[in-house]
């Protein structure tokens, strides 16, 4: 497709645009000045579904006339909520409904995950991982490391690009993998990078990973609800997300859990446990001696929350009615190839500003992430001033993620002219 920069030309594509009724399915933040932001910012916290307050509100009613009676009666009784997420959920990851549960937090099931995937020997005992990955996930992994009695400065070993690129190659990363061979246990990795917004090969990577004798498992924070995801077939042994970002299920919001079908049935796979991963048919029996559900529903711990959950269900019901991430894919990458022309229209040297996300559409989300080598934070707040809402990382780069469920063309036009206006285009 053939860009342009103006306001017709953005309008035009709003006007072919399939997805354009669901934007007013969100509510849309206003500017001090009470006009519609240009909300760039749903690769932190998505945007609220018309919907949401009323899937709130059905809970608090339940709760508000039948109180305990809420986990057996009602359209949908909370002793059973999580089951009804595992359907939605599976679709937008890939997944068996069996593959997935729906529990936590992010950080919390990255965790539980790695005490059942990360089995270290003496011999085996290496973590893979981005160098310079979210501090949440350089946390985990150094707590679970230590925990094993082991060094992480020894134990884990960070994947960086090579001199002078932004992103990481597939076949460094795969040559790395064999070259840990024997002593890797298991790789994590983002499926898309926080701050560069590259999209890793997660099928080769499990492809390189099993080769080697490693679990491969993936956060999938900033994938979830952005690009298409086929955790089944790409043989992924573990991964989760958060619900809160693309998933636009509210501040804090439920987190997903993926296990691969092949350990579904696999009750002596170590693990913590909690009641809600008993076996349901014995559940209040409250006998001694666990016995995990089949899947993914035998990690959980503790009874659902309902309240994130049923957020979580309306936002995954818009997902399904706009035609899932497919639909949304398809809208997303013409968004963010727009934002992308726009901005090297700009012409501006890379000493000024490059965007560091690949220009393959197929190693990259909605987000693009431009570094700025000067006044990066200037600009930043001059966008926040034009009621541009992004987001800034330290020490100098600018993350614009266009949304296909809310955003429009004109949004991203709206950006490109006050880039272009900033420049001195
Ligand atoms: C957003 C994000 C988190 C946040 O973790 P929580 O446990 O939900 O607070 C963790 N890791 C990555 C990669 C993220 O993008």
């Known amino acids: 497709m053939t860009f342009e920069p103006t306001l017709e030309f953005a309008a035009h594509l709003d006007a ?23 909300y760039f910012c749903g690769n932190s916290l998505g945007l609220q579904p018309r919907t949401a307050r009323a899937a709130a509100e059905e809970q608090f009613a339940s ?38 549960v729906v529990m936590n937090n992010l950080t919390v099931n990255l965790h539980l995950l790695l005490l059942t995937f990360y089995r270290p020997t003496a011999t085996r005992y290496k973590v893979l991982m981005e160098g310079g990955a979210f501090p949440s996930d350089q946390y985990a992994l150094e707590s679970q490391v230590t925990l094993h009695g082991l060094d ?10 090579r001199p002078g690129e ?81 998933l636009n299920s509210g501040p804090g919001g439920t987190s997903g859990v993926f296990v691969h079908e092949r350990f579904a049935h696999s009750p002596e796979l170590p693990r913590l446990a909690g009641w809600w991963g008993h076996d349901a048919s014995e559940r209040f029996q409250m006998k001694k001696g666990f016995r995990p559900m089949p899947g993914a529903a035998g990690w959980q711990l503790s009874n659902s929350q309902v309240f ?8 995954l019901a818009v997902v399904d009615e706009a035609g899932g991430i497919p639909a949304l894919r398809q809208k997303s990458e013409l968004l963010t190839a727009y934002l992308e022309f726009l901005i090297k229209r700009l012409n501006l040297p890379a000493s000024r500003l490059e965007i560091i996300t690949p220009t393959d ?27 541009i809402i992004g987001d800034w990382r330290e ?28 420049a001195g285009v």
Not at 69 to 98: I, Q, S
Not at 362 to 381: M, N, P, T, Y
Request: glycine fraction near 8%.
């Open 16 to 38: 072919q645009d399939p997805l354009r009724l669901f934007r007013s399915r969100f509510h849309i933040p206003l500017t001090p000045e009470g006009q519609e932001a240009v």
């Open 63 to 100: 709760w508000e006339k039948r109180a305990v009676e809420g986990h057996f009666l009602g359209n949908d009784p909370w002793m059973h909520y999580h089951e009804t997420l595992a359907e939605a959920t599976g679709r937008v990851v890939g997944a068996k409904p069996l593959e997935v």
């Open 152 to 161: 992480p400065n020894d134990a884990i070993v960070e994947l960086v690009p």
């Open 166 to 246: 932004h992103t990481l190659r597939t076949e460094d990363i795969e040559a790395t993998i064999r070259e840990l061979g024997d002593s890797l246990a298991t790789i994590i990795l983002g499926g898309i990078n926080y701050y560069t917004g590259q999209v890793f090969d997660m099928a080769a990577i499990t492809r390189a990973g099993h080769a080697v004798g490693a679990t491969v498992g993936f956060d999938l924070a900033h994938a979830a609800g952005n690009i298409e995801l086929h955790l089944h077939d790409w043989d992924v042994d573990f991964a989760c997300w958060c619900s809160y970002k693309y």
């Open 308 to 315: 994130p959950m049923a957020l979580h269900r309306a936002a």
């Open 361 to 387: 559409p197929a190693q990259r989300g909605c987000q693009l992430s431009i570094l700025v080598h000067e006044g990066g934070r200037a600009l930043f707040d001059h966008l926040v001033a034009a009621g």
């Open 395 to 422: 020490p100098n780069v600018i993350r614009l993620a266009p949304v296909p469920l809310y955003n429009s063309f004109q949004d991203v036009q709206r950006v490109g002219q006050v880039l272009a206006d900033w």
